[in-house]
């Protein structure tokens, strides 16, 4: 082989090595350290020239390489590790355990604030040197403190006015994985499951620890790693061998694994004839089960349980409450430490009383029946994800029950992975809503943080969108949705715009003008999704079952509140689903305050409007519309809105990795095509209803109805 073909070849080998996880493909999500401008690095240099920051755990390791790497990228090398204290620019990172001096110092007040896992960044003079602290009081609050820290430089904030303390709201902060063991993710659009089932325990991927570390740099701190309709060969032993070594892989990190217990399990793995919750045997077979468990992974954190809910078993098959189901569980993880996260998404299989109103009627009576080591994870909303709905009724009526947050981050019914919807907007709309549960500003975020009525027990989960696509989830503005999920988890106060910004600047830079134009769009995308599926409070007329692209038309399926037709309530009479004392009464289900807000058409928020109320084509609206002219308005701007951030996006051309650039340019098209699909499927449907024209001005659907009513969509991901 002559030279040149050698090198061409070594060459080749090189490129193709380094391509899958370059950097341009996202890959490196909101860590990717690139070098900052020359002026802002050396003066960061000038401010950074030591490193005191002692190590004595694995976690601490962990810190510690995070910080040189990512400092060594944005700044090029300047931290030089010391032993002591240097005249200027020591950065100093510790907890009294590893610096004992630090104790004695003013600085240690702030060790007050910060709990187990929260911290203390600085910039203070010690023993009369400038200096900058990271402290706290275990090595995850170190390696938190960290991570901020390097937002902090990547922001190019300045380093010299640096005083914050935090720690976080919520104690379990969990990402739930729908995966699936064969790999596949249930409404998971970025790909496949990342867990190697096959290749575990053996083969550790390296993307495990880059999974872990995207995750403790926004504060998540526990995985639930299967599908809660849940496999129950994930309880068994070659399974939990293969949880355990991801347990490991996370631990460092901070990260406990969790699992998704199928409540059958007793049947199907211990051969017992029934999994009834007061069944002694079956008791047994849960405690020896969850020993088991504890005997591979020793921090396991608990059970997340779907049950008697779309098919699921659980103890009503046995004539036993959810009380008393989460407590048997309970019962057998508490010797351990660990919790059991109750999903009250449930309806009845037969039940044709209003879905909206059926979790709350089943959980409400149970309030105060459950272990002290039982959270209920409850949905942000009563139906499903939809892309907008009211908060969920049962925030602020369990007092004596300690409720969790369940947000959906896979976008199953905000466009999957081809819309840009940056769902931090959505997150902060149900964490800031007043309950009134206790007076005003009883906020649905002091529900789940325990403030409002004193509960120890803490957690958020979000529904992961996380899978195999190498920029890990599908669409790059995704990432955001991650991203922001970890910081509302974290404080659930958190402002969604602050989010978005640190998001962006992080990821693309802090190009001021890339900023000033990227931040409106982001905030505005979810709305816009609004828009062209869903307006003014309709909600679920996504096609069946792939829940992917408009079917308003959906009717005659096996139960009524699975079709579009028992939500929208669409006839020659109006649109809307009553739920006010005329109707369904669901309303009743809130405080009073949240009623007299809901309960008139005329004073509801347009937002809720056809959630709560059957209206009129011709009712007028607050903006002197009618009802019909309002929908298309919000389904033709929809699509306006998506030519707009087409247009903002192309703006960005030059300014942003151009294989970035060129993905969100398709998916944007992509994006318009279906925004399109929606609107013009949707009101041709409502319009044979409403006999009113569309509106002067906007242009006419391009096919009749039939042909939007036949399309039909294979293979479609996530099921
Ligand atoms: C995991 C919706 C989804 C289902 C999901 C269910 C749930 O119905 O479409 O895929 O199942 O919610 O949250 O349990």
Not at 135 to 150: D, E, K, Q, R
Not at 701 to 718: A, R
């Amino acid at each position: 082989m002559n030279i040149t073909i050698r090198i061409l070849l070594f060459l080749a080998c090189v490129c193709c090595h380094n391509l899958p996880l370059a950097a341009q493909s996202g890959y490196r999500l909101w860590l990717d350290f690139k070098p900052l401008p020359t002026e802002t690095a050396a003066n960061y240099k000038q401010q950074l020239r030591a490193l005191l920051f002692p190590v004595t755990s694995q976690t601490d390791s962990v810190a510690r390489q995070e910080l040189l790497t990512a400092v060594n990228g944005l700044l090029g090398e300047c931290l030089k590790s010391v032993d002591t204290l240097q005249e200027t620019g020591t950065l100093v990172i510790g907890t009294p355990a590893t610096l004992p001096w630090l104790a004695g110092e003013a600085i240690a007040e702030h060790l007050r604030h910060v709990g187990d896992e929260g911290y203390g960044i600085h910039h203070t003079a010690i023993k009369g040197k400038p200096t900058t602290v990271i402290l706290a009081n275990t090595s995850s609050g170190i390696l938190y403190g960290v991570y901020a820290f390097l937002g902090v430089l990547q922001r190019g904030e300045d380093i010299s006015q640096l005083a914050t303390t935090t720690q976080p709201k919520i104690a379990l902060r969990l990402l739930n994985h729908w995966d699936n063991l064969d790999r596949t993710v249930e409404r998971g659009y970025a790909g496949f499951s990342l867990w190697d089932w096959h290749r575990l325990p053996g083969y550790r991927d390296p993307r495990y620890t880059d999974y872990a570390r995207a995750n403790a740099s926004i504060g998540i701190n526990g995985t639930v790693l299967n599908n809660v309709n849940a496999n129950a060969l994930m309880l068994t032993a070659p399974y939990l061998e293969k949880a355990a070594t991801l347990a490991d892989i996370f631990r460092p990190y901070g990260i406990k694994v969790y699992l998704s217990a199928r409540f059958s399990a007793p049947i199907e793995l211990g051969s017992l004839a029934d999994a009834d919750p007061l069944n002694p045997e079956v008791q047994q077979w849960w405690n020896d089960k969850v020993a088991e468990i504890y005997r591979y992974i020793p921090d396991f954190g608990g059970f997340l349980v779907k049950a008697n809910s779309e098919g699921q078993p659980g103890p009503q098959n046995y004539g036993r409450s959810h009380a008393e189901g989460a407590n048997m569980l309970a019962d057998a993880l508490n010797p351990h430490g660990g919790v059991v996260m109750w999903r009250a998404f449930v309806y009845e299989d037969t039940e044709p009383e209003d879905r909206a109103k059926q979790a709350y009627n089943e959980f409400k009576p149970l309030d105060g029946q459950f272990r002290d080591n039982v959270i209920v994870q409850v949905k942000n909303g009563a139906i499903d994800f939809q892309p907008r709905e009211p908060f969920h009724p049962l925030f602020g009526a369990m007092p004596g029950t300690p409720l969790m947050m369940e947000f959906q981050i896979t976008q199953e019914y905000l466009g999957f992975a081809t819309n840009l919807a940056y769902l931090g907007t959505l997150f902060s709309e149900t964490l800031l809503a007043d309950t009134y549960a206790d007076g005003p500003h009883s906020t649905v975020a002091r529900v789940i943080d325990g403030s409002l009525t004193g509960q120890k027990l803490t957690a958020m989960a979000g529904v992961a969108n996380t899978g195999t696509a190498i920029n890990w989830t599908g669409h790059p503005f995704a990432q955001a949705n991650w991203f922001a999920y970890g910081k509302m988890a974290w404080d659930p106060d958190a402002d969604a715009g602050t989010i978005a910004e640190d998001w962006l600047r992080r990821t693309f830079g802090n190009d001021a003008s890339l900023i000033g134009t990227l931040l409106p769009m982001m905030m505005q995308s979810r709305e816009t999704v609004v828009n062209y599926m869903t307006p003014l409070g309709l909600h679920h007329l996504m096609g069946w079952s792939h829940h992917y692209g408009p079917g308003p038309w959906i009717k005659d399926k096996q139960r009524a509140d699975w079709t579009s037709v028992y939500y929208h309530q669409a006839g020659k009479d109006g649109i809307g689903f009553d739920r006010t004392a005329s109707g369904s009464g669901a309303l009743s289900q809130y405080a009073p305050e949240v009623q007299a807000l809901f309960a008139d058409p005329q004073t509801c928020p347009d937002e809720y409007l056809l959630w709560f109320h059957h209206l009129p084509w011709d009712f007028r609206m607050k903006s002197g519309e009618t009802l019909w002219e309002a929908l298309c308005g919000h389904y033709y701007g929809g699509v306006e809105e998506v030519a707009d951030m087409q247009a903002v996006w192309e703006a960005q051309r030059g300014k942003v990795d151009s294989t970035v650039f060129q993905e969100v340019s398709d998916l944007l098209a992509i994006q318009h095509q279906e925004a399109t699909l929606w609107r013009d499927a949707c009101v041709l449907y409502f319009q044979q209803f409403s006999g009113m024209p569309i509106p002067d001005g906007l242009e006419q659907p391009e096919h009749p109805l039939e042909y939007y009513e036949n399309l039909q969509f294979h293979f479609v991901p996530g099921i």
